[in-house]
């Protein structure tokens, strides 16, 4: 197939205009196809992180099944065919420990190469791990991982549901573009995340809410 730079030269033909112009048409025609070449590994790069960043935060939806003694205490949604369900990567504190090594590991690796948006997620989403180990730590409940996990599993699930959906939007589409993470429309990504974190179950917790859900927590994980 002819193309549209290859006719031109033809029509233009001899001579020292033409010697110009096909000069000048080869340079535009080469720093297309480089600027092409360029934007392509650039776009494979950035749809490779947004792969990476969701199947290290899929890990956050798979669950342990736990029969669990204290189920006359919960409400009913947090059992599942009279069990108790908690997050995997609260097997234990090591692999909590683990999961969380690697979280950061991925977010550094990979999330300037995000939009605001996914970067705020991966912000608040470190925070709450670190908010949540930190919690752990100062009860000392690093030998009660599997109930600390069955407390905090629906605020867990639910962010990581959540950004899930916007990294598949991502993938499927959405612009996959880099940007800086500051300014008005990081911060504006950021109070997005924050108004979440504020509404988390492990934010009344640290806070002493005066709620039920709260109270209850604290009864079964014995902590003031």
Not at 132 to 160: A, C, E, P, Y
Request: hydrophobic share 40%; glycine share 4%; proline share 1%.
């Amino acid at each position: 197939m002819v193309t549209f730079s290859q006719l031109i030269l033809a029509v233009i033909g001899g001579g020292v205009l033409g010697e110009l112009i096909r000069h000048l048409l080869i340079r535009y025609v080469f720093a297309q196809e480089q600027q092409a070449l360029i934007n392509s590994e650039v776009a494979r790069k950035r749809i490779y992180a947004v792969e990476q960043i969701r199947l290290t935060c899929l890990e956050l939806d798979s669950f342990e099944v736990l029969e669990y003694t204290h189920t006359d205490k919960l409400p009913k949604e947090f059992d599942i065919r009279d069990s108790t369900i908690y997050p995997s990567v609260l097997y234990t504190r090591e692999t909590w420990m683990k999961y969380t090594k690697e979280f950061t590991r991925v977010k550094t690796e990979y999330g300037h190469w995000c939009d605001c948006e996914i970067g705020a997620w991966l912000l608040q989403l470190e925070r709450y791990m670190i908010s949540l180990t930190h919690f752990m730590g100062s009860k000392n409940l690093g030998h009660r991982t599997h109930d600390v996990g069955v407390m905090f599993i629906r605020d867990i699930q639910k962010w990581q549901r959540q950004f899930d959906e916007v990294l598949v939007e991502h993938l499927n589409g959405k612009s996959m573009k880099s940007e800086t993470h500051y300014g008005k429309r990081w911060e504006s990504e950021k109070a997005k995340r924050e108004k979440q974190w504020l509404e988390t179950t492990l934010y009344k917790v640290i806070n002493n809410a005066d709620d039920d859900i709260t109270i209850m927590i604290k009864e079964v994980l014995e902590i003031e």
